[in-house]
């Protein structure tokens, strides 16, 4: 009995030894007898008569019992594997232009697609706020009217004309951006000159402020009002007052920093025209 069981153990190890090792990407180790090899993958004999399918993107390499190597450069050998290699190129190819129809494909339904989900998104909202205005009716009809007369004045704007003129902002050129951008901070610029202030800082974004506060006679700590909402209203008109005082023009052409449009005018008004 005992002479059967070392005739076993024997075996087993002798079996273990000429098995073929492979390792997976995850850096997990598979020992068996490779059974079956193909271009796209392998099937491996453990040895208990379950055979086991590995693809080939996931083994990281192939050691073999004879000592051949498998690794991620290397082309498997495949036995009876009867394509010859104006056939493989021709695979290739194929997968090639595959691949080429499906990036194509891809690209060119994307904005189609997101505009699609878009409005499909609208109107799952739509019916959204529809069931909670008429569960609120319900409740509270009286509170509810307000807020029905707002949703129906929000139903008359036309969603088409709000999405041309976001697109309209989102196409336009730097180079109109950067224009407009001009139209401030050139009179910007020569106002610092004829205030003696820096005249370069008068083009750097938020910088240009610190060039305004310098202007005015304010405190640098003024700088952090110009984000605080509305009170920047108020701190933009208490600066541009103090300018028109420095410069002996009326104060009350500082409530023009506060209107768009006008406030392009006052600037150039006060860095073309002399002092007194």
Same mark, same amino acid.
């Given at each position: 009995?005992?002479?059967?069981?070392?005739?076993?153990?024997?075996?087993? /190890?002798?079996?273990?030894?000429?098995?073929?090792? #492979?390792?997976? =990407?995850?850096? *997990? !180790?598979? +020992?068996?007898?490779?059974?079956?090899?193909?271009?796209?993958?392998?099937?491996?004999?453990?040895?208990?008569?379950?055979?086991?399918?590995?693809?080939?993107?996931?083994?990281?390499?192939?050691?073999?019992?004879?000592?051949?190597?498998?690794?991620?450069?290397?082309?498997?050998?495949?036995?009876?594997?009867?394509?010859?290699?104006?056939?493989?190129?021709?695979?290739?190819?194929?997968?090639?232009?595959?691949?080429?129809?499906?990036?194509?494909?891809?690209?060119?339904?994307?904005?189609?697609?997101?505009?699609?989900?878009?409005? /499909?998104?609208?109107?799952?909202?739509?019916?959204? #706020?529809?069931? =909670?205005?008429? *569960? !609120?009716? +319900?409740?509270?009809?009286?509170?509810?009217?307000?807020?029905?007369?707002?949703?129906?004045?929000?139903?008359?704007?036309?969603?088409?004309?709000?999405?041309?003129?976001?697109?309209?902002?989102?196409?336009?050129?730097?180079?109109?951006?950067?224009?407009?951008?001009?139209?401030?901070?050139?009179?910007?610029?020569?106002?610092?000159?004829?205030?003696?202030?820096?005249?370069?800082?008068?083009?750097?974004?938020?910088?240009?402020?610190?060039?305004?506060?310098?202007?005015?006679?304010?405190?640098?700590?003024?700088?952090?009002?110009?984000?605080?909402?509305?009170?920047?209203?108020?701190?933009?008109?208490?600066?541009?007052?103090?300018?028109?005082?420095?410069?002996?023009?009326?104060?009350?052409?500082?409530?023009?920093?506060?209107?768009?449009?006008?406030?392009?005018?006052?600037?150039?008004?006060?860095?073309?025209?002399?002092?007194?």
């Amino acid at each position: 009995m005992k002479f059967l069981k070392l005739i076993i153990v024997f075996l087993l /190890i002798c079996g273990y030894s000429y098995a073929d090792v #492979i390792q997976l =990407k995850s850096g *997990e !180790l598979i +020992k068996g007898v490779i059974s079956e090899e193909s271009v796209d993958y392998i099937v491996v004999d453990s040895g208990i008569d379950v055979k086991i399918t590995y693809y080939l993107d996931e083994i990281d390499n192939i050691i073999y019992d004879d000592g051949r190597v498998f690794g991620k450069e290397d082309d498997l050998e495949v036995e009876d594997l009867n394509v010859s290699s104006s056939e493989s190129a021709l695979i290739k190819d194929i997968k090639k232009e595959e691949n080429k129809s499906i990036e194509k494909f891809n690209t060119d339904k994307t904005d189609e697609y997101m505009d699609r989900q878009v409005n /499909i998104q609208k109107k799952k909202i739509r019916r959204k #706020i529809d069931k =909670k205005i008429a *569960e !609120l009716k +319900k409740v509270h009809p009286e509170s509810s009217k307000f807020l029905i007369h707002f949703d129906r004045l929000a139903k008359k704007i036309n969603s088409d004309k709000v999405d041309k003129i976001v697109r309209m902002f989102t196409n336009t050129a730097p180079i109109v951006y950067f224009m407009i951008y001009a139209m401030f901070c050139f009179p910007l610029m020569l106002l610092a000159k004829k205030m003696r202030c820096s005249m370069l800082l008068a083009w750097v974004p938020f910088i240009n402020i610190l060039v305004m506060l310098r202007m005015a006679e304010k405190s640098f700590l003024w700088f952090f009002l110009f984000f605080i909402p509305i009170v920047n209203l108020f701190a933009l008109f208490s600066v541009w007052r103090s300018i028109c005082d420095i410069l002996q023009k009326p104060s009350w052409f500082g409530i023009f920093a506060i209107i768009p449009g006008l406030n392009l005018f006052m600037i150039w008004y006060l860095a073309i025209c002399p002092t007194k």
